[in-house]
């Protein structure tokens, strides 16, 4: 089965959901395949939950519990405002034509909400193309050049032809699934559309060997 992942490095439930999708998919025959979901890009504002005494609670009493559940670090990086994910995005693109893309996403995610670290900076994303033995003056070669640009900015084109609102967002095999859910529901989303997709051998007007769902 395939599922479509709609993510951006600065969502908090983005990263939850991405450990909870992974302890899910555990034992099962899963493609993922990750899109970027650039929440803002310049000239919108970024957030800043650092002043915002609304999201500092939303992070107490709801990010923190979970994260607990799925037994990870998280803290709420201590950056104000939040970074704008461009820069990374094109890291992923960079780390993707090496087969490092999954890799990649989960040492981002771990650099802003474990080590508190600012993604939205070159060199902090050096740091991590170094961690995956990867050529950091290719990659900010490829920055300065905006190689990646024109891919990233296909991204909103998809999300509109996918009709997708924000993240994060999943599509498992066809079903769009949005939110934040845990190990245990996503797993029964993934057995319940395996089932409903579910096609075997049978047989025919026009012979035997028909595959029918």
């Not at 970027?36 to 957030?47: A, F, G, K, S, T």
Request: charged residues 20%; negative net charge; glycine residues 6%.
């Amino acid at each position: 089965m395939k599922i479509t992942v709609f993510s951006d490095y600065v969502c908090p439930f983005c990263y939850l959901g991405s450990i909870a999708l992974k302890k899910a998919c555990a034992g099962l025959d899963i493609d993922i395949e990750f899109h970027p979901y650039e929440l803002r890009r310049p000239p919108q504002p970024p957030v800043d939950p650092m002043h915002d005494p609304v999201r500092l609670k939303r992070f107490d009493e709801v990010l923190l519990p979970i994260a607990r559940q799925l037994d990870v670090a998280m803290t709420l990086p201590w950056i104000s405002p939040h970074p704008y994910s461009t820069n990374a995005f094109q890291g992923y693109y960079f780390a993707q034509q090496y087969g490092l893309g999954e890799r990649y996403n989960q040492l981002v995610f771990e650099a802003f909400y474990v080590h508190q670290q600012d993604i939205g900076e070159i060199g902090v994303l050096c740091t991590l193309m170094r961690k995956l033995n990867l050529d950091e003056t290719a990659f900010q070669t490829a920055l300065q050049q905006k190689t990646w640009m024109p891919q990233l900015d296909r991204q909103f084109q998809i999300r509109q032809e996918f009709r997708i609102q924000g993240c994060p967002s999943y599509l498992i095999h066809q079903r769009q699934v949005s939110g934040y859910h845990s190990p245990e529901q996503f797993r029964q989303l993934i057995l319940d559309e395996a089932a409903r997709t579910m096609t075997g051998m049978a047989c025919g007007v026009d012979g035997c060997g028909t595959s029918e769902q």
